[in-house]
């Protein structure tokens, strides 16, 4: 009975230490000097950033889209790509929310409340977010999205409204 006891002891006390919850908050206090910092501030006017999860279908094909569609390469080639994985505690620097930070994957994600997936952030070289949105967009809608955004109609019409007006719907 006492080695059970003393047993069942030692697995509880394993067992709360492995599972001590979510750290990525301490995470960026603890970002290291030498850690590699990937960086997504925008050198062009816009910005594309894609917050995939490692276990999504639908972010595989997204990247797939990506590769292939000849069309959708060619509009992409306009504006910069930036992809994180919420599941990464990889150290990124941005400026999206308009001020620079620097925090881990996850957490950024998390801060952009982007908790589905793939969900698509575009943003303009200042760090302001234009337009969200949250899922797999056909590589035809896509196109005509990024185009959207290039042109600045964000400004004149719901995205929604703009793509029946282009015929992307």
Known sequence: MRRLLLLTGFLLSLWT???GGDTSKNEVKNI?????????IPQKDYALL???SKSCIYCKQMDKDM???ENL????KNIDVFKITYENLTPVK???TGKELVLPEKELAQTLNALSFPYLIFFNKKGEIVLRIPGYLEPSTMVCVID?????AYNQYKVEDYLK?????
């Not at 290291?32 to 997504?40: A, R």
């Not at 390469?73 to 992409?76: C, I, V, Y």
């Open 17 to 19: 230490v492995g599972c």
């Open 32 to 40: 290291k000097e030498d850690v590699e910092v990937k960086v997504l």
């Open 50 to 52: 894609i917050v995939e």
């Open 67 to 69: 590769r292939e569609d």
């Open 73 to 76: 390469k060619k509009a992409l």
């Open 94 to 96: 941005t400026n999206i």
């Open 148 to 152: 959207y955004v290039i042109e600045g």
């Open 165 to 169: 007006k282009k015929n992307c719907a």
